[in-house]
């Protein structure tokens, strides 16, 4: 198809997915890792795989020389972006294609047009596609004052560079601003490397629509429906569907026509997704994400077709094979995202080894997946190790495949979303199909529960067979477990969690637990590494620790405060000695594109702070403390320069 191998610049899921796709078509496939992807599962889904530098993004998968020279190492003749990293970036397309590389994806050209949004805007109301009310162009603190003046609030900072939620903020008042500003600002300089801003209404209730397009060179384009993507949170997408509940077939013309002229305006080639915001007052556009979207999935299922394959004929110079009155969609396909994330913990990102991964399967099912047992989670990279998709004849249908799926899906060794998501599509709203994109926040802490009370019995029963080999009575077991106390297994009971459980338990051939507790007998995933005993069932997972107590040296961590997510120091802004008041921001932490304020708890001195912007800390790392106040400062509050 090109002459040689295809390049494929990026990591995880979609660098399998795409290699996937390519080995189909007879195509061989180069992938490019960092350092801390040297046994990750793209690497080992690709037939050569080149090492592009260490596990800092900016200094491996953006690093488009590095990712040039490794093509020209290969004798690669295509590159396919993948998604994030330099897939909308023009100057890389532009690269790859002085280079004598095909590069899979738009025109350099639509690429800087659609990815400066002022500029995409003013496109889509040339061509005729309604857009929502903002300020013109680059917006700075004094405009965004000025808009929000003029339009009241809600209003949305959002970068002018990128998409995928990054570098966005809403305003709900004039005091929220500058502080917003700054992170959007900060947030779009890590993600885009452009900290430019723009301001527009923000629309309460809507949801949020997008339209898959395909366009070849030689005019031909067409739209493969709608995706309803308004199950998000902190502007990610959690849950995704096609068709939308909320679309029927003249809405649904309308809105392919919309985004049809849109990509004809915008010179654009191979796939890509208008994304709408659809309330009381009709749709809007919001963006145009130049690339493939991590929500393909549900549209191949409903429309019988392979993006992937698509985007390659369509790179190679092959007109458009597809006929807009051809494609009609075919039942219901809903998507759910698999994030290494702690809903206990607020949702922070997590981190870790993979002791144990067991993909679902079935009818209607599929599972795009970048990991395995044995991969290490960092928080280097984004938090999504997988996709569950699942398709039926009909929303219901699907609905019910894709909750199985998760609940036979089994990820030990790092918190994950399956649990919350499971309890998300349980939702009343959701099923209904009423859906707005503030629906899940509204809902959040009705939607995390905890794991199931049978989990730490049966963590106990692991770790005692771990030990013993069978349970007989040898006299009783006891082990404290931090954060669950003390568990003790003796012949035939468990006690656990201040209740005693009737117990029977033995390891499959699988390696799986088979315990019956008070009766009822279930299947257990279980996974062990060091002294740590990961069980889990039906989405839920639970890691039972031998309590660990600090050493003499770090008594003051007893005190500290933890770091709640694996991650890189990113701010600092006290030092030893400085006053706070309850709340001062101390330091900022970024973890999987995701930042974190530590704030101070209560007023005091800063103690033990020995970090600096770039340090790395782990999960529960001591960060800082925050002693007490003086003698002399008593009563006079903390005096800050």
Not at 37 to 42: I, K, L, N, P, T
Not at 437 to 442: A, D, I, K, Q, V
Not at 483 to 497: L, N, P
Request: negative net charge; glycine residues 12%; contains cysteine.
């Amino acid at each position: 198809m090109f002459g040689g191998p295809l390049l494929i610049a990026g990591r995880g899921e979609i660098a399998v997915r795409i290699a996937r796709t390519a080995h189909r078509l007879g195509l061989a496939t180069v992938a490019v890792f960092s350092d801390a992807d040297e046994d990750a599962e793209h690497v080992r889904a690709a037939d050569v795989a080149v090492r592009i530098g260490p596990p800092p993004a900016r200094e491996s998968y953006l690093d488009a020389d590095a990712i040039l020279d490794a093509a020209a190492r290969t004798g690669a003749r295509a590159v396919h972006p993948g998604y994030g990293f330099l897939s909308e970036r023009p100057a890389f397309a532009r690269a790859v294609a002085d280079a004598g590389l095909t590069w899979v994806g738009p025109p350099a050209d639509a690429i800087d047009l659609m990815g400066d949004k002022a500029r995409a805007k003013a496109c889509a109301r040339d061509a005729g596609v309604p857009t929502i009310p903002g300020a013109e162009g680059e917006a700075a603190l004094e405009d965004i004052r000025a808009f929000c003046a003029e339009h009241g609030f809600p209003a949305v900072i959002k970068a002018v560079a990128g998409g995928g939620g990054r570098g966005m903020r809403v305003v709900r008042g004039e005091a929220e601003i500058p502080g917003a500003l700054e992170a959007a600002q900060r947030e779009a300089s890590a993600a885009f490397g452009d900290d430019r801003v723009l301001v527009e209404r923000y629309l309460d209730r809507t949801r949020h629509v997008e339209v898959q397009v395909l366009a070849d060179r030689h005019g031909g384009c067409v739209h493969l429906g709608e995706r309803e993507c308004s199950l998000q949170r902190r502007h990610q997408k959690v849950v995704e569907e096609a068709p939308s509940p909320a679309v029927d077939d003249a809405l649904r013309a309308e809105m392919g026509e919309a985004a049809v002229a849109l990509a004809l305006a915008a010179g654009y080639e191979g796939a890509g997704t208008v994304e709408l915001v659809l309330g009381d007052e009709g749709f809007f556009f919001l963006e145009m994400n130049t690339r493939l979207q991590v929500e393909h999935p549900v549209t191949e299922a409903v429309f019988g077709v392979d993006l992937v394959e698509e985007q390659l004929r369509i790179a190679a110079g092959e007109p458009l094979r597809l006929r807009q009155a051809e494609l009609r969609p075919r039942g219901h396909a809903v998507e759910a995202r698999v994030y290494a994330e702690d809903p206990a913990n607020a949702f922070l990102p997590s981190g870790g080894r993979i002791l144990a991964w067991r993909p679902p399967s079935g009818e209607g099912v599929r599972v795009d997946a970048g990991v395995r047992a044995g991969v290490e989670v960092t928080g280097h990279y984004d938090p999504l190790l997988a996709k569950v998709i699942a398709h039926g004849p009909d929303r219901p249908t699907a609905l019910a495949r894709l909750d199985r799926a998760l609940a036979s899906c089994a990820v030990l060794g790092v918190p994950t979303s399956i649990a919350f998501t499971r309890a998300l599509l349980a939702d009343p709203g959701v099923r209904a199909g009423d859906l707005d994109t503030g629906l899940l926040e509204r809902r959040l802490d009705e939607l995390v529960t905890p794991a199931p009370d049978d989990l730490l019995p049966a963590a106990a029963l692991a770790a005692w067979l771990g030990d013993t080999a069978e349970l007989t009575e040898v006299g009783p077991w006891r082990r404290a477990f931090d954060g669950h106390g003390e568990v003790a297994v003796r012949d035939g009971e468990v006690h656990a969690a201040g209740r005693t459980w009737a117990a029977r338990a033995g390891f499959a051939e699988d390696g799986a637990l088979r315990a019956e507790l008070d009766g009822i007998s279930r299947r257990y995933e279980v996974a062990a590494g060091g002294d740590v005993v990961w069980v889990g069932r039906a989405g839920h997972a639970l890691e039972a620790r031998p309590e660990v107590r600090a050493r003499a040296e770090q008594a003051w961590a007893g005190e500290a405060l933890q770091a709640p997510m694996p991650g890189t120091v990113l701010l600092v802004h006290v030092a030893e000695g400085d006053p706070v008041a309850e709340g001062d921001v101390l330091l900022v932490l970024e973890s999987m594109k995701m930042e974190l304020a530590i704030t101070a708890p209560h007023a005091g001195v800063v103690e033990h702070l020995r970090l600096a912007p770039g340090d790395r800390v782990a999960l529960r790392e001591p960060l800082v403390t925050i002693g007490a106040m003086a003698a002399s400062s008593v009563g006079g509050g903390a005096e800050r320069e």
